[in-house]
């Protein structure tokens, strides 16, 4: 069974950092994108980074880029996201998602979810 | 401001068909496939369509996806009570070179 866990999410002051990690079971890991999704109280769902399998394709949306970096240790089949100078709008469910697809990243859509990990971004 | 707009809500009785609209521009929704998820309340997003109008394996033909131009549907036909969720529809944005999504669409069955 396809299985994802993120872990990671705390309490943690603005302008602080935090790793996010997705330890990832049930597939062959280094062969998949993977995302980061995440999603405020009471909001809608907000893509935040992907990165190919290979961790040579990465992108990030607007919102994050310069401050949050992904990265993957095929190794290790776990997906991390390092946050930093993290703002209260930061605050969400971080879901660790899995990319289905062939080709461009425009044909991908994200088929497993695992449960989400919680930010909050508070003084 | 979502890059998308949907509906905020929708709403159907038990058996009745509704659609749901997804408006993007010529560098998302026109130029690439679209996703369609639903979370139910308090549950994790699972994806509903992709590929415009492709159903994973497991989601019932109840459901069913649509592009014209810069615009997609989700039509559920034979509504029922375990339909309602918030559904999100999602493409990748070639300008922005990211995904996007809309803001969400909270359908109610009354």
């Known amino acids: 069974e396809v299985q994802l866990l993120e872990s990671g999410g705390v309490l943690v002051q603005p302008g602080g950092s935090l790793r996010l990690s997705c330890a990832a079971s049930?597939?062959?890991?280094?062969?998949?994108?993977m995302s980061w999704v995440r999603q405020g109280p009471g909001k809608g769902l907000e893509w935040a980074s992907g990165?190919?399998?290979?961790?040579?394709?990465?992108y990030y949306a607007d919102s994050v880029k310069g401050r949050f970096t992904i990265s993957r240790d095929n190794s290790k089949n776990t997906l991390y996201l390092q946050m930093n100078s993290l703002r209260a709008e930061d605050t969400a469910v971080y879901y660790c998602?899995?990319?289905?697809?062939?080709?461009?990243?425009?044909?991908?859509?994200?088929?497993?979810w695992g449960k989400g990990t919680t930010v909050t971004v508070s003084s | 401001q979502s890059v998308l707009t949907q509906p905020p809500s929708a709403s159907g009785t038990p058996g009745q068909r509704v659609t749901i609209s997804c408006s993007g521009s010529?560098?998302?929704?026109?130029?690439?496939?679209v996703t369609w998820y639903q979370q139910l309340p308090g549950k994790v997003p699972k994806p509903l369509i992709y590929?415009?109008?492709q159903r994973p394996s497991g989601v019932p033909d109840r459901f069913s996806g649509s592009k014209s131009g810069t615009s997609a549907s989700l039509a559920i036909s034979g509504l029922q009570s375990e339909d309602e969720a918030d559904y999100y529809c999602?493409?990748?944005?070639?300008?922005?070179?990211?995904?996007?999504f809309g803001g969400g669409t909270k359908l109610t069955v009354l």
């Open positions: 998602a899995k990319e289905r697809g062939s080709g461009s990243w425009s044909h991908y859509y994200m088929d497993v």
């Open positions: 049930g597939f062959t890991f280094g062969s998949f994108a």
């Open positions: 990165m190919s399998g290979s961790g040579r394709s990465i």
């Open positions: 010529s560098s998302n929704i026109e130029s690439n496939p």
């Open positions: 590929g415009n109008d």
């Open positions: 999602a493409t990748w944005d070639d300008g922005l070179n990211g995904r996007v």
